[in-house]
């Protein structure tokens, strides 16, 4: 079992509509949860961080976060063309600077 | 965000040349860098550990030899391919942390002919 899965995709979706990219981990310790977006040819950029249970809304992204069921989620709302990427979800064991456990990436398209 | 910056993009060498990458935090000091390596529709492969003054923490499978890596200051980190081949093209990319986040480099695209 990974440490860190996600659904590899691809996910469609009509512009407009919600995409929700889900992330599951093995480690019950972890304390931080990230998901970067990674456009093709191009590195990973950090979108959303989240660190307690609940929701965390940022414009268009919410990071939803279950410690006690090990699954963070990514909800892209009113998704746009643009937003069609490789989203990766990565853990860390702890709140400071260091290694993080990547999932291998789901990737959206968004369909005008 | 934290700005971290990685030299060159791009570079096609001939086999058995050795190709060095840089990477530079701007505007904070990481005494703590990643490289990476991510093969085309591929995840990242964490590579190894870069530690400010001290040898680099190498993952399984991954040659310390081959991929030799230098934490010189709290900015600049190197990544050096040595007699590259093939199968070393990759795109290779660096991250450095600031607080509890992770930035990453713009990504080194290496092509070996």
């Known amino acids: 079992q990974k440490e860190v899965e996600q659904n590899s995709g691809p996910l469609s979706v009509p512009e407009g509509a919600i995409a929700s990219l889900n992330c599951t981990y093995s480690d019950r310790g972890s304390q931080s949860f990230f998901w970067y977006r990674q456009y093709s040819g191009k590195s990973p950029e950090l979108i959303m961080f989240i660190y307690s249970n609940g929701d965390k809304e940022d414009g268009r992204f919410t990071a939803q976060l279950n410690k006690a069921s090990q699954y963070v989620s990514l909800l892209i709302r009113d998704s746009q063309p643009s937003d069609s990427a490789t989203y990766l979800c990565a853990v860390k064991g702890d709140t400071n600077a260091g290694k993080s456990t990547f999932g291998d990436g789901t990737t959206l398209t968004v369909k005008p | 965000g934290a700005v971290v910056s990685q030299h060159p993009s791009r570079v096609i060498c001939k086999s058995g040349t050795s190709v060095k990458i840089e990477c530079r935090s701007l505007?904070?000091?990481?005494?703590?860098m990643f490289w990476y390596r991510q093969f085309p529709k591929q995840s990242l492969m964490l590579m190894a550990t870069?530690?400010?003054?001290?040898?680099?923490?190498?993952e399984q499978g991954v040659e310390k030899d081959k991929f030799l890596i230098n934490h010189a200051s709290l900015t600049l980190s190197t990544l050096t391919v040595t007699s590259a081949h093939p199968e070393d093209s990759s795109f290779y990319i660096c991250?450095?942390?600031?607080?509890?986040?992770?930035?990453f480099g713009s990504g080194t695209q290496l092509s070996v002919l």
């Open positions: 505007d904070f000091q990481a005494t703590t």
């Open positions: 870069s530690n400010e003054g001290s040898k680099a923490t190498y």
């Open positions: 991250s450095a942390g600031s607080g509890s986040k992770l930035f």
